[in-house]
């Protein structure tokens, strides 16, 4: 069955530092790859979307990687801020079935 | 504030009891989705509506039901309780149907808690 992995344990970094997150997933073929962030007790917030023939995406301090062959996506978040503090979800879908599969989510703390 | 709203905001019933939720889409948005997040599940997508028309399915379970109105305000039905039914569910809207095109803006959730 389709699969997304996310590091399930939480990222703790320094103020300033590059916050790098992975999503793996297996059996799926995704059309397209998002990164939410998610603050405790509230909604996803789209922050990304890359497509299956984009290598690398930017928007401001954030950088997605997607790799089709490894079956894996890098996120990360440059200069990073305790305000960057939130737990960041990867989500796959395919066009057509507009059917979005989410991973679990990893906590990221940045320390001041 | 992203726009969409979702009542009510917390909701207490017991197992065997149906309720109802509901979610106001971003004006000019046509598609809903709903989602239900639970601890040991994570986000999972239950369905969408496109302009009052099914547009996809996920994993919803045969006693949950959602519709979309003229208006473009949707509910979800969730009947004959369990205790594991017990999770927050989510509303998001976007313009259009593709969600691979149109971003998808959530709403604050409702907590339904189920005893």
């Known amino acids: 069955s389709q699969k997304i992995e996310q590091n399930s344990e939480a990222l703790n970094i320094q103020e300033g530092k590059t916050a790098t997150l992975t999503c793996n997933y297996t059996?799926?073929?995704?059309?397209?790859l998002q990164w939410y962030r998610q603050d405790p007790g509230r909604g996803p917030v789209f922050l990304l979307l890359?497509?299956?023939?984009?290598k690398e995406k930017r928007k401001e301090r954030l950088k997605v990687t997607f790799d089709t062959t490894l079956k894996q996506s890098l996120f990360h978040i440059t200069a990073s801020q305790p305000a960057d503090s939130a737990t960041y979800l990867c989500a796959l879908g395919n066009t057509g079935g507009f059917k979005t599969i989410f991973g679990a989510g990893t906590r990221l703390f940045v320390k001041a | 504030d992203s726009g969409v709203t979702q009542t009510p905001k917390h909701l207490i019933t017991a197992t065997g009891q149906r309720v109802t939720l509901r979610c106001s889409p971003r004006s000019g948005d046509l598609s809903v989705y709903w989602y239900q997040q639970s601890l040991d599940q994570g986000l999972q997508f239950l369905i969408q509506?496109?302009?009052?028309?099914?547009?996809a399915k996920g994993n919803i379970l045969e006693r949950f039901s959602a519709q979309q109105f003229p208006d473009l305000h949707s509910e979800l039905n969730l009947s004959s309780l369990e205790l594991g039914d017990s999770a927050l569910y989510f509303c998001?809207?976007?313009?259009?149907?593709?969600?691979?095109?149109?971003?998808?803006?959530f709403g604050p959730g409702t907590r339904l808690t189920v005893l």
């Open positions: 890359i497509r299956e023939n984009e």
């Open positions: 998001a809207s976007s313009e259009g149907s593709d969600p691979s095109y149109n971003e998808q803006f």
């Open positions: 059996n799926y073929s995704p059309a397209y």
């Open positions: 509506y496109y302009n009052g028309e099914e547009r």
